[in-house]
């Protein structure tokens, strides 16, 4: 089944421990990135990644690390969290000029 | 920057009632994409539409894409209360001319829709 898988689905951490969710997906696609939701600001996006090593800004980057080591998965990193960055976040993965966006279930991170 | 705005922010409608949500962009667009996202779920792609002036058609939904290529919108008609949920467009730009780059797709803030049986 072609899905986007993230893990953990829900996380509650305190502040300044550093962590990591990881998402991964099994169709192939070369374009994976970050989202972030939160109440009436809709999806903002974090990172993105065209392929393999390649990763760049989206609109909301700042205390956010992405990597792109392997084709299937794109991890996002919390190097240091704060409770501003308490929200929901979706990973998403495209084919190379698709664009159609297929999303991961979703992370529910709160930090305290 | 590329900003696409989404009104309204919240519909209430009772079943039977038609449902319209609106998507204006800042910049012209090469495309709109337009997701559902069932609460509790994730969003779920709909359609994309590419042409000035398109209209599509997915059963009670009716979307189309302005003229200008910079506004758009959903319509639901009689809804029913497996609409529930929220309803994103999403516009797609390229960043450079002839769209040989990766184009960057600006998500609305979504509306949430309510439908009371």
């Known amino acids: 089944e072609a899905q986007v898988t993230q893990n953990p689905r829900y996380l509650i951490t305190v502040t300044g421990k550093k962590l990591t969710v990881t998402c991964s997906q099994n169709?192939?696609?070369?374009?994976m990135s970050w989202y972030r939701q939160d109440p009436g600001l809709g999806l903002r996006q974090i990172y993105y990644?065209?392929?393999?090593?390649?990763?760049d800004k989206g609109d909301v980057p700042e205390g956010y690390k992405v990597s792109r080591k392997e084709k299937r998965n794109f991890p996002l990193i919390l190097e240091s969290p704060s409770p501003n960055q308490t929200s929901l976040y979706f990973c998403?993965?495209?084919?190379?000029?698709?664009?159609?966006?297929?999303f991961g279930p979703g992370t529910r991170l709160t930090v305290t | 920057g590329q900003q696409v705005m989404q009104i309204p922010q919240y519909q209430h409608v009772q079943e039977g009632e038609d449902f319209t949500t609106y998507c204006n962009s800042s910049?012209?667009?090469?495309?709109i994409q337009w997701y559902k996202q069932r609460p509790g779920g994730h969003p779920v792609f709909l359609i994309q539409?590419?042409?000035?002036?398109e209209v599509k058609k997915q059963k009670r939904l009716t979307f189309q894409f302005g003229e200008a290529k910079k506004n758009s919108s959903l319509h639901i008609t009689a809804t029913q209360t497996t609409d529930v949920g929220t309803y994103f467009c999403?516009?797609?730009?390229?960043?450079?001319?002839?769209?040989?780059?990766?184009?960057?797709?600006?998500f609305g803030q979504g509306t949430i829709l309510t439908v009371h049986p």
């Open positions: 999403a516009g797609l730009k390229f960043p450079n001319a002839g769209g040989t780059s990766y184009g960057k797709l600006t």
């Open positions: 539409l590419v042409k000035s002036g």
């Open positions: 910049t012209t667009l090469s495309n």
């Open positions: 169709m192939n696609h070369e374009y």
């Open positions: 990644s065209m392929n393999v090593e390649v990763t």
């Open positions: 998403a993965s495209s084919r190379q000029g698709i664009y159609e966006q297929y």
